[in-house]
C-alpha cells in the first residue's frame, strides 16, 4: 500500500478510482452469524429497543430492536474533536438567543403571524412576560447535527450544521447504548476480520472508539438545574421532585426512563416522575399564589411534591396545543420551576432562527469575532422564503427544478420526516399558499463522502453505501440578566458535551430511526489522510 500523505492544517481531496483500504472487515459465515446474534441479545437485554404501543395487553407487550449498525463507521478525529469543542461557543450563542426577545421577534414575525404553533407559544410568552417572571434559571438540553461536507469549491472537507434542536431532544439514550455495544463487540473480538485480511483492513482498538457519556451528561445537568432551585419554597412543602412532561402512547420510551431511572439511583435519590402533556398537567398540578409548582402524584395519594425543574419530552407539535394543552403549557412557564426548555429556548428550534443566525453579520452581536469565524465554518447557504430580496432569492432557486436539485426545504417542525428534497421541492410549492412559504426555508444539500457499511433495522439488513450524522449534545444551565450593559444570558454550569451517531443508506434523504432509514451508530476515529483513503478519495496540499 502507498505511503499516505502526512494531514495539513488544510487539506484538498482528489477521487481516485477506488478505495485503498478496506472497512469494514470482511467476516467470515459463522463470524457473521455469531456477530448478529450477538447483537440482537446484547439490544435485548440493554433495552435497545422501541415499544410497539399497540400491543400492550394484559402482562405483555411487544418491542423491537432500534436500528443500529453492525460495524461502528469511520470518522476524521480531528472534525470529531473540532465539534465537541464548538459545542462550548454555541452553547454561548443559544442561550443569548433564548434570552434575546428583539432578535427573537423580528427573526419569528412572520411565523407569529402565520404559523399556528409560533403564534401560540409566542402568545404564552407574551402573557407570562405582563403578569412577570419567577425563575430567571433556565436549562438547556440541546443536540447539534452535522455532516461531514466536500462541497466546497476547494473540496475542503469539514463538518457543516444540519439543525440544532432545543426540545424534547432525543436519541442520548439510544447513543449511549450502542456506542457501548460496538464497545463490548470490539472487547470480545467480534471485529476481527478473517485470517489474510487484516493486513488491508482497519482494525477497530478500544483506542479508536471514543467514550460515549451522554445519559450522565443529560442526568447531571437535570441533577444541576435541581440543585440550583434549591429546598422547597413553599411552608407547606418538605421535598422537591424533577417533572418530566411527555407524550402519551411513547413508543421511545427506551430513551426516556434510563434518565429517570439515573435520578432515581442518584446521591441522595431524586425523585423524578412522568406528566402527560395536557389534562394530566392541570389535573395533577396546582400553582401556589407565589407560583410554586406543586405535583399531586396520582399514584401516591395525598403526597405532594415541589417541582424544581419541569423538563420537556412533549409539547413541540402543533397538534400538541388545542385550549387543554395550550392551558397546560401557561400553566407550567407561569410556575417557579426552572424550565427545560424556556419559552424563548423552545422558539430557538425553529429552522427560521438557524437560517437568521447563517446570514452575514448575524452572530456579531452575540460573539467574539473569533468565536463568529470558528462557527460560521459550520453554516451552509441557508434562504428564507419570504418576501424580502434574500427571500425572493430563495423563491427563485425552490421553484426551479434545475437548480433545486441542490437544495432541502425545511418547514418549522420537529420530529423528522418533514423535509422536502431536490427536484421534489417546486411541485411541493405548487400546493402551498404563497402567504405560507414564509415558514419554510431552504438549505444547500450538504454533500458527504459515502462509505460501506452494514446496517442492521426493522427493514433488513442493509450492506452498501452508507453516511452518517454526528448529534453534539450540549447541556447548560443559565441565568437572565437585565442589568444594563450586562450579556442576556450568563451560564452558570455547563457539562462536557457527549455525542450520538446515526447513519443511513446513502440512497435515501432521510434519517429516521422510526422509519427504518436511520440508524445508531459509534465513530471510529481515524486520522483524516487514512479516513480518505477508504472513502476512495487521496489528500493533497
Not at 101 to 112: K, P, Y
Not at 138 to 152: F, K, Q, V
Not at 371 to 391: A, C, H, N, Q, Y
Amino acid at each position: 500500500m502507498e505511503k499516505l500523505i502526512p494531514l495539513a492544517k488544510k487539506v484538498t481531496w482528489v477521487r481516485q478510482p477506488s478505495p485503498r483500504v478496506k472497512y469494514p472487515p470482511e467476516l467470515s459465515e459463522e463470524q457473521a452469524s455469531t456477530l448478529i446474534s450477538d447483537i440482537k441479545d446484547y439490544q435485548l437485554i440493554h433495552g435497545s429497543l422501541l415499544k410497539l404501543v399497540q400491543s400492550e395487553q394484559d402482562n405483555t407487550v411487544l418491542s423491537q430492536p432500534v436500528g443500529i449498525s453492525v460495524f461502528p463507521t469511520l470518522f476524521p478525529k480531528t472534525l470529531f474533536e473540532e465539534a465537541l469543542a464548538l459545542q462550548r461557543t454555541y452553547n454561548k450563542l443559544y442561550t443569548a438567543v433564548a434570552e434575546d426577545e428583539d432578535f427573537s421577534f423580528r427573526v419569528l414575525e412572520g411565523l407569529i403571524e402565520n404559523d399556528p404553533l409560533a403564534t401560540c407559544l409566542w402568545g404564552i410568552y407574551e402573557e407570562v412576560k405582563k403578569e412577570g417572571s419567577v425563575q430567571d434559571l433556565s436549562l438547556g438540553i440541546w443536540r447539534n447535527d452535522y455532516m461531514l461536507d466536500i462541497g466546497g469549491s476547494q473540496n475542503e472537507l469539514g463538518i457543516k450544521q444540519v439543525e440544532f434542536n432545543t426540545i424534547a431532544v432525543a436519541g442520548g439514550t439510544h447513543g449511549n447504548r450502542v456506542s457501548d455495544m460496538h464497545q463490548h463487540l470490539q472487547a470480545t473480538g467480534a471485529y476481527r476480520g478473517a485470517p489474510g485480511e487484516q493486513d488491508q483492513t482497519i482494525e477497530i482498538t478500544a483506542s479508536s472508539l471514543p467514550p460515549n457519556n451522554t445519559i450522565q451528561t443529560i442526568t447531571s445537568g437535570l441533577v444541576a438545574a435541581h440543585s440550583a432551585y434549591g429546598p422547597p419554597k413553599a411552608p407547606s412543602m418538605k421535598q422537591t421532585c424533577i417533572l418530566f412532561i411527555v407524550q402519551p402512547h411513547n413508543f421511545n420510551i427506551a430513551d426516556e426512563r434510563p434518565l429517570e431511572y439515573a435520578l432515581w439511583s442518584s446521591s441522595p435519590p431524586i425523585p423524578a416522575y412522568r406528566l402527560l402533556f395536557g389534562a394530566d398537567v392541570l389535573e395533577y398540578t396546582t400553582v401556589t399564589p407565589s407560583r410554586e409548582l406543586i405535583y399531586h402524584p396520582p399514584s401516591r395519594p395525598g403526597l405532594a411534591l415541589e417541582v424544581s425543574v419541569v423538563y420537556f419530552r412533549s409539547g413541540f407539535e402543533v397538534h400538541e396545543y388545542n385550549y387543554v394543552g395550550r392551558t397546560a403549557r401557561l400553566h407550567l412557564e407561569r410556575s417557579r420551576a426552572i424550565k427545560c426548555p424556556n419559552l424563548l429556548g423552545h422558539l430557538c428550534t425553529f429552522k427560521k432562527v438557524q437560517q437568521a443566525l447563517s446570514r452575514p453579520g448575524a452572530l456579531k452581536i452575540f460573539l467574539r469575532k473569533e468565536e463568529v469565524d470558528r462557527i460560521e465554518k459550520t453554516f451552509t447557504p441557508m434562504f428564507p422564503l419570504d418576501e424580502s430580496k434574500k427571500g425572493m432569492e430563495g423563491r427563485k432557486i425552490a421553484t426551479n427544478g434545475k437548480v433545486a436539485c441542490d437544495y432541502v426545504l425545511k418547514p418549522s417542525l420537529e420530529g423528522g420526516g418533514h423535509n422536502i428534497y431536490g427536484s421534489a421541492i417546486p411541485e411541493y410549492l405548487k400546493g402551498v399558499a404563497k402567504e405560507k412559504w414564509g415558514g419554510y426555508v431552504l438549505m444547500k444539500k450538504i454533500l458527504p463522502p459515502s462509505l460501506n457499511g452494514i446496517l442492521m433495522s426493522q427493514r433488513g439488513i442493509y450492506e452498501g453505501s452508507i453516511v452518517s450524522e454526528l448529534g453534539i449534545f450540549g447541556v447548560c444551565l443559565w441565568r437572565r440578566n437585565e442589568g444594563v450593559g450586562q450579556e442576556k444570558a450568563e451560564i452558570v454550569k455547563e457539562l462536557a458535551p457527549s455525542w450520538s451517531f446515526k447513519t443511513k443508506d446513502a440512497s435515501v434523504d432521510e434519517m429516521s430511526v422510526v422509519k427504518g432509514y436511520g440508524c445508531f451508530d459509534s465513530p471510529v476515529l481515524v486520522d483524516l489522510p487514512v479516513f480518505a483513503a477508504v472513502a476512495g478519495w487521496r489528500t493533497k496540499h
